[in-house]
C-alpha cells in the first residue's frame, strides 16, 4: 500500500523492502555506533551486567491509553563488547504490522534472529522489537517502546558512555518517537543518544480518497484484508484524510488531530529535544514537500487491482488516470 506524506512517500504495509533496509541499517550500525563516546562521570571500569542472548516477554506499558496497556516483547541478541567497559546497543523498531494480534514470542524466532545478528560478526548488541498489536493505536505501542527502553537501562545499568542507537522503520518512527518525547516531557532520561527515522511519515500519511473507497468498494471481492487495515486504529491517527470522515470539511481526522497536533507538536514539545541525542532522517521519496496531483493518461498503478489487494502477483496490464 502506498501513502504520500506531506513531505514523500512512504509504502505504509504491504512492501517487503523493509527487511532490505533493516539488512543495510544493521550494515551500517557499526559504522553509526563507532564514533567517541559522551563524556560524563560514570565509571564505567565496574562490572557490567553481562548481555545473554534472551527474549524480554511480556513488556506491558506503565500507563492505559482508552482503557488498555500497549505490549509486546523483544529479542537480545548479544555481540561483542566494546572493550573499554561500555555497551553498544541498537534497538530496531518496527513499522506497521497488521497481522500481529496477540503476538507471542513463536519457537525458534529467538534462535533466528539472532543467528543473522552474529553472521555480521557485530560489535553492537541487537534489542528487535515485536509488537503485539501491531496495528494498535500510537500511544500504547509508543507505552511498549517506552517500558522497553525503561527496562534495557535498569537490566544493564546504563550509563551516559554507552553508545545506543534507535532505528523507527515507517510507523515504528512515529511510535518511537512519541516514546522518547513523552520520557523527556516527564524529566525521564532515555539515554538514546542516536536516533534514526526512517521512512517515518512524521507529519502523517496520505492515501487518496478515491483509493480508500476503491477498498471499500471491493471489499467483498478481495479487498476486505485492505479495508480492515485502513480502518485500524493507527491508520486512522496516521493518515490525515480517511474515507469514514464523510463530508466532514476539517482540515484532517481526529485521529490525526490529536496524534500530530495536540500531543506530539503540541504538549510533548515539537519533537525529541535530548542535546545528546543526534536525530537522522532517512527517505526513499520527495523531500520538497509537493504532493503531485494526478494527471489524465499518465499510469500510477501496474497490475490488477483486485489481486493487489489479494497481494498475487500479475502481469503488468496498466490503469491510467482518466
Known amino acids: 500500500m502506498l ?40 565509571d564505567s571500569s565496574e562490572p557490567r551486567p553481562t548481555v545473554v542472548m534472551e527474549t524480554f516477554t511480556d513488556v506491558t506499558a506503565r500507563d492505559f491509553y482508552k482503557g488498555e496497556q500497549g505490549s509486546g516483547y523483544a529479542h537480545v541478541c548479544p555481540g561483542s563488547n566494546r572493550g573499554d567497559g561500555t555497551y553498544s546497543f541498537y534497538i530496531v523498531v518496527n513499522g506497521f504490522s497488521p497481522g500481529s494480534v496477540d503476538r507471542q514470542p ?43 527502553i525503561e527496562l534495557m537501562n535498569e537490566r544493564y545499568a546504563i550509563i551516559s558512555r554507552d553508545r545506543i542507537a534507535l532505528v523507527g522503520i515507517s510507523m515504528g518512527g512515529v511510535v518511537s518517537r512519541y516514546a522518547l518525547q513523552s520520557m523527556e516531557a516527564e524529566g525521564v532520561a532515555h ?33 476486505a484484508e485492505l479495508l480492515e487495515e485502513l480502518n485500524s486504529d493507527a491508520s486512522k491517527q496516521l493518515l490525515i484524510y480517511h474515507y469514514t470522515q464523510g463530508e466532514n470539511a ?64 500479475t502481469e503488468p496490464t496498466g490503469v491510467p488516470v482518466v
Not at 525458534?108 to 515485536?130: F, K, Q, V, W
Not at 493505536?137 to 509508543?142: D, H, T
Not at 534514526?196 to 468498494?217: E, F, K, M, N, R
Request: proline share 5%.
Open 106 to 148: 513463536p519457537p525458534g524466532e529467538l534462535e533466528a534472529t539472532c543467528d543473522r545478528h552474529s553472521a555480521n560478526n557485530p560489535n553492537y548488541h541487537l534489542i528487535m522489537t515485536r509488537w503485539s498489536t501491531g496495528a494498535d493505536y500510537i500511544q500504547r505501542n509508543a507505552g511498549f517502546i517506552r517500558a522497553l
Open 3 to 42: 501513502s504520500l506524506s506531506r513531505n514523500r512517500f512512504y509504502f505504509f504495509a504491504f512492501s517487503n523492502i523493509k527487511h532490505k533496509v533493516q539488512i543495510l541499517c544493521l550494515r551500517l550500525v557499526p559504522l553509526i555506533l563507532c564514533g567517541c563516546p559522551i563524556d560524563g562521570d560514570d
Open 191 to 223: 539515554n538514546i543518544d542516536l536516533y534514526i527515522s526512517l521512512d517515518a511519515p512524521q507529519q502523517g500519511a496520505y492515501i487518496p480518497i478515491g483509493a480508500q473507497y476503491i477498498a471499500d468498494v471491493f471489499k467483498d471481492d478481495g479487498a
Open 250 to 313: 476539517q482540515t484532517w481526522t481526529d485521529g490525526y488531530q490529536e496524534l500530530f497536533i495536540n500531543e506530539l507538536q503540541g504538549a510533548l514539545g515539537g519533537f525529541i529535544q535530548s542535546a545528546n541525542t543526534r536525530t537522522v532522517a532517512i527517505s526513499s521519496g520527495r523531500s520538497d514537500g509537493v504532493i503531485e496531483s494526478p494527471l489524465p493518461n499518465r499510469t500510477y498503478f501496474d497490475g490488477d487491482v483486485v489481486r493487489s489487494f489479494q497481494r498475487t502477483r
